[in-house]
């Protein structure tokens, strides 16, 4: 089957300006066109839009993704390359996880702190005796 631009950028939620730009970085040298000269998007170009948006999701920026994609036009030549990017880029994507993680922890702390009608009242408490020791 094969999708419109359109159809493709209403299916991953980027404007047809990114992909038209993002094929005009050469990030998606695949991209055949039709007669008129308009992009035509098979299963295979999907597969790699959704790599395209993994990549740039997770930070690699476009520098990184294009050379990626020459790599990939190259063929298995180039495997030892696109293996080692790709799992220089998941040491990275994971210690984004960590740090999100620690942030969420501290985010649920906050919550569970704001839940704990105690510590509504001590946080009460201790702005009263701010209040009553700054008017002195």
Known sequence: MNYTIKEVANKFGLSIHTLRYYDNEGLMPFIERDKSGNRV????????????????????SIKEIKQYADWCKQGTQT???????????????LK?????KKNLELI?????????????????????????????
């Open 96 to 100: 984004q996880v960590e740090d999100l």
């Open 108 to 136: 649920d702390s906050k919550i569970a702190f704001y839940e704990d009608p105690d510590q509504a009242r001590k946080m009460d408490e201790l702005l009263d005796k701010t209040a009553t020791s700054s008017d002195h």
């Open 79 to 93: 495997i030892d390359e696109r293996k080692e990017m790709l799992t220089a880029h998941r040491k990275q994507v």
């Open 41 to 60: 998007f098979t299963e295979t170009d999907l597969n790699w839009v959704t790599m395209i948006c993994c990549l740039k999701d997770t930070g690699m």
